[in-house]
T-cell receptor
Framework: GDSVTQMEGPVTLSEEAFLTINCTYT??????LFWYVQYPGEGLQLLLK?????DKGSNKGFEATYRKETTSFHLEKGSVQVSDSAVYFC???????????FGKGNQVVVIP | DGGITQSPKYLFRKEGQNVTLSCEQN?????MYWYRQDPGQGLRLIYY???????QKGDIAEGYSVSREKKESFPLTVTSAQKNPTAFYLC?????????????FGQGTRLTVV
């Protein structure tokens, strides 16, 4: 079945550092790909998405490019802030499917 | 403002008791979903509903039940048959059937069995 794999472990970095969170996926068809963010004690919010190969999703300085050849959708931000501290989830949905497949999430901690 | 409201935010239950988690949306969305979140495991789908009076099991439906009598409401009952109910529960909705559009999430209910 469809699945999403995120890199293991929390990510701790200093303010203004470059952030990368890796995400790879397995899908039978041509899924839509998403990054969701969860701030402490809250639900998830959509951060960005891409619906077809080579699309780039972007929002709030974050970017991710849909790479069909490497089945990846890595999240990047050039200069993180303390307010970016949260848990980030990669997810996919096959078109017409009624479920999102989530990765396990990565806790990001940005230190001033 | 439109959105999804889950209540209560924190819930304590004694072993052997059923408990119902509320989820209400005023977004006029057709589809609604319940997910369970455990540390280090991401989100797992419990049940989903595409239309009023219809719902389907997700990946971990055992020990849970739902109803969809109104478009706005999708309550989840955690029954005594659920062996490990302590978790964070998230309700979500989408404008149309299928999750390839944006999903809106509630703020979650943290259930603890005491």
């Amino acid at each position: 079945g469809d699945s999403v794999t995120q890199m293991e472990g929390p990510v701790t970095l200093s303010e203004e550092a470059f952030l990368t969170i890796n995400c790879t996926y397995t899908a039978t068809g041509y899924p839509s790909l998403f990054w969701y963010v969860q701030y402490p004690g809250e639900g998830l919010q959509l951060l960005l998405k891409a619906t077809k190969a080579d699309d780039k999703g972007s929002n709030k300085g974050f970017e991710a490019t849909y790479r069909k050849e490497t089945t990846s959708f890595h999240l990047e931000k050039g200069s993180v802030q303390v307010s970016d501290s949260a848990v980030y989830f990669c997810a996919l949905s096959e078109h017409g499917n009624n479920r999102l497949a989530f990765g396990k999430g990565n806790q990001v901690v940005v230190i001033p | 403002d439109g959105g999804i409201t889950q209540s209560p935010k924190y819930l304590f239950r004694k072993e052997g008791q059923n408990v119902t988690l509320s989820c209400e949306q005023n977004l006029n969305h057709d589809a609604m979903y319940w997910y369970r979140q455990d540390p280090g495991q991401g989100l797992r789908l419990i049940y989903y509903s595409q239309i009023v009076n219809d719902f389907q099991k997700g990946d971990i439906a055992e020990g849970y039940s739902v109803s969809r009598e109104k478009k706005e409401s999708f309550p989840l009952t955690v029954t005594s048959a659920q062996k490990n109910p302590t978790a964070f529960y998230l309700c979500a909705s989408t404008r149309e059937t299928g999750m390839n559009t944006e999903a809106f999430f509630g703020q979650g209910t943290r259930l603890t069995v005491v």
